[in-house]
Nanobody, 126 residues
Framework: VQLQAFGGGLVQAGGSLRLSCAAS????????MAWFRQATGKEREFVAV????????NYLDSTKGRFTISRDNRKNTMYLQMKSLKPEDTAVYYC????????????????????WGQGTQVTVSS
């Protein structure tokens, strides 16, 4: 499956953004989907993951209560609604997928994911 992330931009602290990840070329509902981010000079880190049917989610602790991951399997699209953004959320955000229809969620480590989008920049100004 090919992934394309979009929706990033420049926003002031406390503001909101919604990222989207459009999938094509595969059976979207066979994949667990995730968001990762990478700030300049730092390693790529897990942000959120959602199961193939949207029934299970998990988040990076610092984003709980502020970020919401969701998906629409009819539209082959995943979303990340971000609110109360902080300057430390500034990073390139990547969507990722791994074929996973088992109970539960895949690991939050990047090496588990087989398909990646190109990334979209999110910049939060103070």
């Amino acid at each position: 499956v090919q992934l394309q992330a979009f929706g990033g931009g420049l926003v002031q602290a406390g503001g909101s953004l919604r990222l989207s990840c459009a999938a094509s070329g595969g059976t979207f509902s066979s994949y667990a989907m995730a968001w990762f981010r990478q700030a300049t000079g730092k390693e790529r880190e897990f942000v959120a993951v959602i199961s193939w049917n949207g029934g299970s989610t998990n988040y990076l602790d610092s984003t709980k209560g502020r970020f919401t991951i969701s998906r629409d399997n009819r539209k082959n699209t995943m979303y990340l609604q971000m609110k109360s953004l902080k300057p430390e959320d500034t990073a390139v955000y990547y969507c990722a997928a791994v074929r996973w229809t088992d109970y539960g969620l895949p690991s939050p480590y990047p090496q588990w994911y087989t398909n990646w989008g190109q990334g979209t920049q999110v910049t939060v100004s103070s």
